[in-house]
């Protein structure tokens, strides 16, 4: 599946976007798995409550399962307007 | 319903007018225009713009449509910025036009409210002196949502 | 701070370009137009909107004033014409500029609220056939007077 | 003192100003010598409650003494915006 990063969650791992191969059924499990990489993932997801996540570019929830997604987001909460 | 992200500027003036000629019967109009201003300490050199292509297109559409049928508007239009920006420039703007004032200033305010916190977007600060801070968002902006 | 009670047509775009080049670090720009639509009835050829020479001026430079200083606005604008109109025409139009988005739209209400049922302008409805209707004031106008 | 009519009120009364003297203590005291003029008169001042008075420019009210007032005007709520 695709990740993508944006603003400082972009900036801490280092780069926008990548290719991860999975099994996570859900998001956080995924999350495990990414900061189990190395320290500058670890440092990314340090705190779960400053990220968001979209799933096909939904907004999503942490627990949701990854079933069938293609693309994940992860990125802090947004501040348009 | 008119949706644009984009990276060049756009004319208030000019957007305003065209909006207003496009609708038939609304008694009310209603702009707001973001603008880029000085950071809270001052030394503001320019306002980065990140956002999702693609996604960003989408969530303004699905907040445009939600407001469209709650308050039965002639009409909202959302245009928002992306890119690097500089103290002064125009950041973003939305319009509305219905019937009654009410249903236009309660529609602004509601895209306002969810562009703001639901759109991807995000800002970062370039200060003068070389340093860079991401706009972290506000719980004010994220309790507007809960009068909706 | 502009007051202007006028005959003519004014510019929404030119109005609101000029506006929002007059104020400086104002992230949030505001405004609101009203436009004549048709008469629940239908058939509406004109309306005619009488206005107290003198007093109006005062009016409403004192609702502008208290906006003003109830949200520290960095300016506020206030035109409302006055004469014949055709439908579709605009009537009047308000704008402010503040800091955040919040004081600019409640400026904004609470302008058209005030000038909605406490600047001295009365407007009749010229029907095809020659009827001619003063528009009564609604309760909802005044009652919207009581959250301010 | 000079008294003015707007809207309805100037029509039903027939004309938009006019030269009133007067030893009135308050409006309401004014709004019953008009009344007693001429039916023109009773008829636009029928319903007090449907009428707003200025004085000098200002909104006031029907017990509002009139001692010093040069301008007093009668209209219908006001239906601006």
Redesign the interface.
């Known amino acids: 599946m695709d990740v993508?990063y944006?603003?400082?969650v972009?900036e801490r791992i280092g780069l926008p976007r990548e290719r991860v191969e999975t099994t996570a059924a859900t998001v956080a499990d995924l999350v495990e798995e990414l900061r189990a990489r190395e320290d500058r993932y670890a440092a990314a997801f340090a705190d779960l409550s400053a990220l968001r996540v979209?799933l096909d570019?939904?907004?999503s929830e942490f627990d949701a399962p990854l079933d069938g997604v293609r693309e994940v987001?992860f990125?802090?909460?947004?501040?348009?307007? | 319903m008119r949706i644009s992200v984009q990276e060049a500027p756009f004319?208030?003036?000019?957007?305003?007018?065209a909006f207003?000629a496009g609708v038939n019967?609304?008694?009310?109009?209603?702009?707001?225009?973001?603008?880029?201003?000085?950071a809270d300490q001052g030394g503001l050199q320019a306002m980065e713009i990140?956002h999702?292509p693609?996604?960003t297109e989408?969530?303004l559409t699905a907040i445009a449509e939600e407001a469209m049928s709650r308050w039965s508007l002639a009409d909202a239009l959302v245009i928002?910025r992306h890119g690097r920006l500089a103290?002064?420039e125009?950041?973003?703007m939305v319009a509305t036009a219905a019937?009654h004032?009410?249903d236009?200033?309660e529609a602004?305010?509601y895209l306002?409210d969810y562009?703001?916190?639901?759109?991807?977007?995000?800002?970062?600060e370039i200060l003068s002196g070389g340093s860079a801070d991401?706009?972290?968002?506000k719980d004010t902006d994220?309790d507007?949502l809960k009068r909706w």
């Open positions: 993508l944006f603003a400082w972009r979209a570019q939904e907004l987001a990125f802090p909460p947004m501040t348009g307007g | 004319e208030l003036g000019a957007e305003s007018d207003a019967n609304a008694g009310a109009l209603v702009t707001f225009t973001g603008v880029v201003r000085d990140e999702y693609g996604m989408k969530a928002h103290p002064g125009r950041i973003m019937r004032r009410k236009a200033f602004a305010e306002m562009l703001k916190s639901r759109a991807p977007f995000w800002k970062k991401w706009v972290a968002a994220e507007a």
